[in-house]
């Protein structure tokens, strides 16, 4: 039993840090590159995206985090019981999970305006 939970945490900072990156590159694609500068208000606005980066992404990859346990719980764990490569088919399935998301963060945020 701790092993579950031990191995879902993983899938969990995983899936966390999955949403994290998708947000550093959807920001960096709508807004271009990150200038840092010293002082001033190129600082804060370095600030700004940073923990707005964070925020968001961690919402991101808790969705994502959320659909793969529940995909994992109730179908893949029954299905790979026996499977040498169950990790790699877990890994796949946790990116597809993300492109779903990050389809479905789209068509929220850009199509119907909702986030």
């Known amino acids: ?3 579950h939970i031990l ?3 993983l899938w969990t900072v995983l899936s966390l840090l999955i949403g994290i990156g998708y947000m550093r ?3 960096r694609l709508v807004l271009g590159p990150d200038a840092v500068s010293e002082e001033g208000w190129g ?10 980066t964070i925020q968001v992404g961690l919402w991101v990859g808790g969705a994502i985090a959320i ?6 719980v109730f179908y893949l764990r029954k299905k790979l019981k026996n499977n040498p490569k169950r990790t790699v088919i877990r890994l796949a399935a946790l ?8 389809i479905v963060h789209y068509l929220l945020e850009k199509v119907i305006d909702v986030i």
């Open 43 to 52: 600082y804060l606005w370095h600030l700004f995206l940073t923990v707005g």
């Open 7 to 9: 191995t879902y945490l």
């Open 25 to 27: 590159l959807v920001w």
């Open 1 to 3: 039993m701790l092993k």
């Open 95 to 102: 990116l597809i999970v993300t492109v779903l998301v990050a």
């Open 67 to 72: 659909c793969f346990v529940l995909l994992d």
